[in-house]
């Protein structure tokens, strides 16, 4: 399971998700650019001291990305199931909670003040929602990683054993 960041904007956000990847123990994709310096202070605030816990990839771009993910699909021949790239999304069209998940998928969060663009949102696999009052937008991208990543490790089983250090 991995979590992949689309350009985002907001570094505490960042800086949450890398904490949450790090606790959790799930991959995290960064796809540049992003609204801030990866170096930022805040940032560095936001994650504490759960930078060097977390296994963190940097891309440069959406289309360096797309290259390493088509990659693993094409290895998940040979080393398992393939990956695929869920979006969550308030265009989405299924809500997080009736999806069956797999440990090899990565749930892909948009920029904070847009989202991602079309070319994107039509290259994930599925388009996941989280249901919310008809008169509210959105959550924080944070707690809408948590809710959906929390959801998809329950259901493969993907949580780490308490007490692991590995």
Not at 58 to 68: D, E, G, L, T, Y
Not at 99 to 104: C, D, E, L, N, S
Request: net charge neutral; hydrophobic share 45%.
């Amino acid at each position: 399971m991995r979590l992949a960041l689309y350009q985002p904007d907001i570094p505490q956000n960042c800086g949450a998700l890398i904490r949450l990847a790090a606790c959790l123990d799930v991959g995290l994709d960064i796809i540049e650019p992003c609204g801030f310096l990866l170096d930022d202070r805040r940032l560095k605030r936001a994650g504490l001291d759960y930078h060097a816990r977390a296994e963190v990839r940097r891309h440069r771009s959406w289309s360096a990305f797309w290259s390493v993910f088509q990659a693993s699909r094409r290895d998940g021949g040979t080393a398992g199931p393939a990956a695929r790239l869920l979006l969550l999304t308030t265009g989405g069209d299924r809500p997080y909670t009736d999806f069956a998940y797999a440990a090899q998928d990565i749930l892909l969060l948009g920029r904070e003040s847009a989202g991602v663009p079309q070319e994107v949102h039509a290259a994930a696999e599925v388009r996941l929602v989280i249901p919310l009052r008809a008169d509210c937008r959105s959550l924080n991208v944070a707690q809408a990683g948590a809710m959906v990543l929390g959801e998809a490790l329950r259901q493969t089983a993907g949580f780490p054993v308490a007490g692991d250090t590995a």
